[in-house]
């Protein structure tokens, strides 16, 4: 089985900054994805960011260039670091990973900007 664990997720002002970590355990293999999505309140759950066990990524256009999305193969975790974050930007962010086809969620952590 495979947990996923996200954290550092809060409530910035509008232009702040928040990094969001991922924990993921049990069975990973070397080969897969990790993302990024986001869930806003009457909306539905948007890719943000993700990024290949080679680190080949992608990104939202609403989030490119202020986004930036990595990950610790070695630790089995994903990170996404915010900046100049807006109110739009405010919604519940999930790990994701998609390992041979089955995909696994986290939690999810809320992010809120405010104005």
């Known amino acids: 089985q495979v947990q996923l664990v996200e954290s550092g997720g809060g409530l910035v002002q509008l232009g702040g900054s928040l990094r969001l970590s991922c924990a993921a355990s049990?069975?990973?293999?070397?080969?897969?994805?990790m993302g990024w999505y986001r869930q806003a309140p009457g909306k539905e759950r948007a890719l943000v960011a993700h990024?290949?066990?080679?680190?080949?990524?992608v990104y939202a256009a609403s989030v490119k260039g202020r986004f930036t999305i990595s990950r610790d193969n070695a630790k089995n975790t994903l990170f996404l670091q915010m900046n100049s974050l807006k109110p739009e930007d405010t919604a519940v962010y999930y790990c994701?990973?998609?390992?041979?086809?089955?995909?696994?969620w986290g939690q999810g952590t809320q992010v809120t900007v405010s104005s």
């Open positions: 049990g069975s990973i293999f070397s080969i897969n994805f």
């Open positions: 994701n990973l998609n390992q041979w086809g089955t995909l696994y």
């Open positions: 990024i290949t066990s080679g680190g080949s990524t």
